[in-house]
């Protein structure tokens, strides 16, 4: 279970989540500012860097950026 703030992109979780799941990544806004993720075990690790790369495009972070 992964819980992470989004306000410092300037977006609400809900547009963050809506754009997610435009790209077939589920996640719920738990808040205005909070999203909430889950894995399954039939996630592999690949699919779990897919929705790292989803999550950066959706945020407006570019793929090269180093986040911290």
């Known amino acids: 279970i992964l819980v992470f703030e ?6 609400a979780a809900m ?3 809506a754009r997610l ?9 738990v808040s205005e500012t ?7 075990r039939d996630v592999d690790r690949a699919g779990c860097e897919r929705a790292i790369q989803v999550l ?3 945020v407006g972070i ?3 950026a180093t986040v911290i």
Do not use: D, E, F, Y
Request: zero cysteines; glycine letters at 6%.
């Open 62 to 64: 570019p793929q090269k």
């Open 56 to 58: 950066r495009s959706a």
């Open 34 to 40: 909070a999203i909430r993720m889950v894995t399954h």
């Open 6 to 11: 989004v306000a410092v992109t300037g977006l």
């Open 15 to 17: 547009v963050v989540s």
């Open 21 to 29: 799941a435009a790209q077939g990544i589920l996640a719920n806004a």
